[in-house]
């Protein structure tokens, strides 16, 4: 796969997960959860304890976090920069280890899912893996001889 195709892949999918936090952050959670099993879910982990991270809401870290990614995503289609791809890289991997725990919390803790939480932690697990995927060299870098 071509790696502005990938790149394009990625921009969707934080495209996705801003969404997703933008609807847990200004939609009323009775609104935005519906009715029925999977809402009560929701809201159980709307509610939780776990809704906040260093004081602040985790949807709300969401609306930073994805565009930010997207919109540095963009610039390295645009005009690649050694430093852009490290911190999507970055970015990507801190957001990753935030999504397993959050679905560590969900599964386990809570042992209820909220389904915009697990649109945007799997659309960062997927990024990350994209990541990986197209950078063989992100690991093991060449040596120099």
């Known amino acids: 796969m071509k790696q502005n195709t990938k790149y394009k892949i990625i921009i969707s999918l934080m495209i996705i997960?801003?969404?997703?936090?933008?609807?847990?952050?200004?939609?009323?959670?009775?609104?935005?959860?519906?009715?029925?099993?999977?809402?009560?879910?929701?809201?159980?982990?709307?509610?939780?304890?776990?809704?906040?991270?260093?004081?602040?809401?985790?949807?709300?870290m969401g609306l930073i976090a994805f565009p930010i990614l997207a919109i540095l995503t963009i610039l390295e289609i645009k005009r690649p920069r050694k430093y852009q791809k490290k911190v999507i890289t970055t970015g990507m991997i801190l957001g990753s280890l935030f999504a397993l725990y959050f679905l560590y919390i969900q599964f386990f803790v809570l042992n209820a899912i909220c389904k915009y939480c697990l649109v945007t932690d799997i659309a960062i697990l997927l990024s990350l893996g994209l990541i990986i995927s197209w950078d063989k060299n992100l690991f093991y870098p060449k040596r120099k001889e």
């Open 17 to 60: 997960a801003t969404i997703a936090s933008v609807v847990l952050s200004f939609i009323p959670l009775d609104q935005a959860c519906g009715n029925g099993t999977l809402s009560d879910s929701c809201l159980i982990v709307q509610t939780s304890e776990y809704e906040t991270t260093f004081g602040m809401k985790n949807a709300h």
